[in-house]
Structures are given as structure tokens and as C-alpha cells.
């Protein structure tokens, strides 16, 4: 298997709501750094797993409109809480629909088998999300 | 699936026997950059793998009885190797023994499903095991 | 010259007043790993520049009334924006405030020269704020 | 399972073929940190997945008729664009024949599963290749 | 004094001359890691060193005729070893002409004092040149 | 002012004397991820501070009769704590003796003005020793 990962990051304001979150119940927020990792058998024609410009183009946009953003108001997040681990879901739950509408062309959209984000909070604690890229 | 992982560092002594340890045979020691992975299916209902404070407690309170030692001198290491691997194991080991003793919770208990334990010993080398939460 | 050199984090939410900022003018927040880096010429009687625990410790007391805070809300930074230099200018001030009322010990309150605070906001950029520790 | 990594690095030039590679179609260069890593489901009578010298030294080894070269004149990669990817997977193959040669000893040779060689061309990409170490 | 940093990178290719080099007098290349760290004194009315955008633009467009270049086809090194040091202080040579040209702005321009450029090789080793912003 | 940095590492035993190091005062030990950085105004004639290959080698034999071993028996360090910070003064002047005997050859003796080691202990504290090459 073969596996290509980029980065890039956001920063963003956001609260917690449940007591096991402790002080990060108040607002406050995060710079999340965000690792991108998508997965196929075998490489193109190129000997690529998908091109890296455009990977690098498809974090971009999917982070963007959470960047510079408080999320607690942001519709698509009420009554849920933006923990790390939601975003990540979020964040390639998103870039798997974009691949799946051909951000990174026909030949990746059917050879991708599998994608995984990591968002790193701190030095000290990161949270990831894999899943399929095809459904069923 | 989802993971979430917390850092934490031990400093110990220690010495190895056997030939392939080379210059290692002697006592020596250690920083062992710690990482204690998490991995579930689902999220918990506030949206997260599990009380990243009650996680990096719980690191830290397996942690404990070995930083600052000599594991030459603990018992449960007598007549073993206390190599990277070996510690990924012990250590991956108590905080299984410690989440299912309820460390975590009793939702956490029962939904993790998998435990992985990296160890850097320096910035050029690291090792880690990886085991299944539940036995059976 | 010596120097010791302790990190901890903190995780903020801000927003900034002035075109410059752009995007950044909205709510949102950042992750800050703090470096805390302490200056002298020459070791105490134990050998080091000050006792490891007790920086840490200092360090940890200085960034918590930061911690999982909403800057603009608090009354120390109204009419200021919170930037990265800002806050190691802040945080630096505070710990140099402590070191001169002895959090360090008096040795160490006599014999350290500089201070030396870093902020990294992402994997991309940081700042940083260096004084003499004495006035004078 | 248990994993063991080491690092090392290569600086190469090299050029790729296809509208795809932009730029990079130019010859140009990489420094690329490279992570070997092996996996075994259970530790030898010494305590570890394999000795690490010998580890250290097979990626040495492998990586030496790459380093300070331009990939663009190796025979072994004629017609073939020598991407991140690409690498990753002549470095394991590479490292997997040396191996299976015996050289990590007989005992690792048969007990080793697994094989991942990951390359990182910069703090924002890298990739890797995973495979099994045993054909069938 | 203050000093904010921003990261970017280049990946060239590359050659030697002179026996000291070794291996190194062949083409190869490498990706380097550039840091521009800009220092002055206070910080301006917005409490920053510069525009953090700005300061993150001039480092791109210094770093982008050298980016994916063979360095010794570039007329500019003709007769000079295109080595960390010398790159560095290349680099910080150009951020330093586009600063005093007023790519930061007037008032940066005149209230900033330093500037050093900081290039990583690889893990194991990287060089910087660090000058006074203004001549005299 | 250029500078060039190198990066090993060695993995010790020690214990420390005095109630400040709290259970440090047991036998444990540390990884010290050493960096050695030499300064010097221009550069020589083949565009380097010195031969990064010779600064590596020198490096690795200043480390190498502390690397794998128990500093609470060295002679050397008899009646002291071998403390982060004693030990990079101890790196540096070792360094510096063999640099003023010649191992970087006559030209980069007489022209390099400084150095500086640093000593990571962990993910969260370092601390270094910067001195003049050259007495006087």
C-alpha cells in the first residue's frame, strides 16, 4: 500500500459543552495542524499516488472555511462539539466528498482506497480519523 | 476508526545482556518519548475517543513507577531485556490493565478497541507495539 | 553563557483590530507552545541554571490565567491586540516579575541575566521577546 | 505487533516527466528523511524486533548508491519518474531482498512480516510504501 | 528585542567544487527548510514585528527563482559554491534589498534592525547568516 | 555572523547530588540529542564555516567516551553533577580543544570565533553553552 500526506493548518475559536471538558468549556481556541494521508495499491501512470499540487489544493479549500473562524458559530457545527477528533471526521468526510466529485481527477477518484486526517492540537496530543473513500 | 494519542517522557538507566547489544551491554540509559494511542469506532457522545485529561493521567500514572529508575534493579524486568520494544509492550500492557479496570470510564471501557504504544528513544530510532483492548 | 530552556502550551481564543490582520480580524484562536529560555553566566553550586522543576512550574503559573481563556475578554489586553509578539512580551514580563519576587530562589533571582520567551503558532511561524532580567 | 524505525537521509537530484509535475518537470533536488520500519508479532529471545546496528546499517547500505546522485543517470530508473513514491517502494524492495539475504540474521529473516519505508521531502509532504516481507 | 520567523522551503539541485566536499562535488541536491527571522527593538502600533502575510509572501517570492532550479545552471553562482552558508546569506541578502525597497512597508522598513536566514539540510544539519538590516 | 549546526546524540546513565533534584537523585539516565554550532564571520574559500563531514566526525568523537555509559563513574566528572548544563559546557570545551589542535584544519581554527552546544533532555527542555573559540 502506498500512502501520500500533506500539511497545513488552521486556527481557530471554539467552546466544549459537557463537564469532561473541564476548562475547555469556556471559549478558547486552537491552531490545528492538519495531515492529509490518502491511500491506494498501486501508483498511476506517473508514479504518483495522486498529484500533489492538487492534494495540497483540496486541504486548502477544505480547511478554509473553518480557518480564522470561531466554530461555535458555524451552522454545521450546532449541538455538536468541535472536538479534535470531530474535526478530523469532518475535515476528511469532507476532502473524501471532493475526491469522490473528481478534485484529483478520474484516475485517483477510482484508484484512492482509503484516507486518514490527523489534527495536531499541541506537541503533546493529536487525534486522526481513517476511513474508506469508497462507499459499500 | 478513530485514534487519539497524548505525549508524555520517562528518563531511566538501564543495561542489556547479549552480544548484539555491542556498547549497550553496559548501563547506560535513556529519554523515552512516550505516545499512547487510543483507537475506537465510534465517538463517545461529547464527541471524543476518550477524557484526553483522564488519558494523560493515566499515561502518566503508568509511567511513573519506571521515570527516574534504574531497570536493572525493578523486579518485574529480573531476567529480561528492558529494550524499546519490550518497554512498548510492558507499558501498552498496564495501561490496557488500568482501562479496563475502569481508568477511563465505563463507556471508554467497553468501546475501545484497540492500544498502541510508541517509544523514541532518539531522534533516530523508535519502536512500538500495537495489541487489541479486549482479550478473546 | 548558559542557557535552560522549558516548554508548556497554551490554547487561546482572540481576534485582532487592524486591517493588516485581515481574516484574522474575526474570532478565532491558536495553540501556543512556549519556550521559557533563562540566561546566566555561570552555574550555581549544583551545576544548572535553575532548578528545572521550580521553571516549570513558573512557567505553568504564569500561562494558566491565559489558558483556555477568550483574550479579548480579558481586562490586562483591552485596547491591545493579543499577537504572538505581544504575548511574549507579556508572558515574559510576568515570568521575570515572579523570578524577581523569588520564585526561583535567591541564588538564581542574583544570577540570571536574560530571559527569552518564544511563541510558535504553527508549524510555520513564531515569535519571540528577549530582555535582561534586571532592570538597569 | 511490534514495529522498529530508523532514520536516515539522502540528497538527490532528479527531473519527472508529465504536464502533471509542473515545475518540477526542471531538473531539481530533494533531501529526503527516510523511515525504515519493520514488523514482527513477537519480540526475539533478546528482547527486540531486530538489532538495531544491523538495522541502521541495511538502510545505510541500501540508500548508498542513491545519495549524493543524480537519479536522472541511474540505469535502474530509466523511462521512470523517480517520485517520493516510487522511492519509497525501490527502498523497501531493496531492503526487503538484502532481508531475505540473511542480512538481519536467520532468525529475523523468518520472523519478520512486515516492511514500511516512508520519505519525507519536506515539512509539508511525504509518502510510503507497505508491504509484506514474505512473497505469497 | 523581537523577532518573528516565518518557514518556507526550496528543493534544487546542485554541485560542488573543491576535494572537500567529497561525494558532494557530483550533481545531487536537496530540499532546504529557509526560516527568516526579522528583529527590531518594539513593536509597531498593531503590536507586531511586520505583517506576518507580508513578511510570509517576500520569503516565497526570494525563494521562488531558486525553487526547483538546478543551481549551477543559474548565472548568478557561476564561479561560487552554491553551499547552506552561502544560500543563506544569499537569501537574506535578497529579503534584505525587497525590505529597504519597502516590501514590509515604511514602517518596518525603518524600525527593523536584524535579519537572519536559517536553512535545514536535513535532520542532522542546517547553517544560517544573520546581518544588520541596514548598511552603516 | 554565519553559523553551522550538527546534530548526534549519546544515551547515558547518571544520578544527581542535592535535595533541588528531587528523584532525579536516583541512578536514571537520559538521551541528549547534541547539537554543535560554530560561528565565524566569512566564510572560506569554498563557501563554508568548515567541513561539515570533519565537524560531524568531531562531534562524534567528542561524545563518544560518554555515549553507552554511566557518567557516575568517569573520573572526569568525579565530585560533579553531570548536569544538562555542565555537560554541553563539558561537549563544547572538548570541542573546542580538539578544534584549537587542528581536527577542522589550520584555516578554520584561526577563523572560527565561537560555539555553542545544546543538549535536548526531552520534547520539553533543553539547555546549551555558548562560548569563544578562541581565549582572550
Redesign the interface.
Known amino acids: 500500500?502506498?500512502?501520500?500526506?500533506?500539511?497545513?493548518?488552521i486556527?481557530?475559536?471554539?467552546s466544549?459543552r459537557?463537564e469532561?471538558?473541564?476548562?475547555?468549556q469556556?471559549?478558547?481556541?486552537?491552531?490545528?495542524?492538519v495531515d492529509l494521508e490518502l491511500q491506494r495499491p498501486d501508483?498511476d501512470e506517473?508514479?504518483?499516488?495522486a498529484?500533489?499540487?492538487l492534494v495540497?489544493e483540496l486541504l486548502k479549500a477544505v480547511l478554509a472555511p473553518l480557518?480564522?473562524?470561531?466554530l461555535d458559530e458555524l451552522p454545521e457545527f450546532a449541538g455538536?462539539?468541535?472536538?479534535?477528533?470531530?474535526l478530523?471526521?469532518e475535515i476528511a468526510d469532507r476532502a473524501r466528498v471532493q475526491i469522490l466529485h473528481g478534485a484529483l481527477g478520474d484516475e485517483a477518484k477510482g484508484a484512492l482506497q482509503g484516507i486518514k486526517v490527523t489534527l495536531r492540537?499541541?506537541?503533546?496530543?493529536?487525534?486522526?480519523?481513517?476511513?474508506r473513500l469508497q462507499a459499500g
Open positions: 500500500m502506498f500512502c501520500l500526506t500533506v500539511r497545513d493548518h486556527m481557530i475559536a471554539h466544549f459537557g469532561v471538558f473541564g476548562p475547555a469556556r471559549l478558547h481556541g486552537a491552531t490545528f495542524v501508483l506517473n508514479g504518483i499516488v498529484d500533489i499540487g495540497s480557518n480564522y473562524r470561531n455538536r462539539n468541535t472536538t479534535t477528533e470531530v478530523a471526521r492540537e499541541s506537541h503533546l496530543a493529536w487525534a486522526s480519523y481513517e476511513t
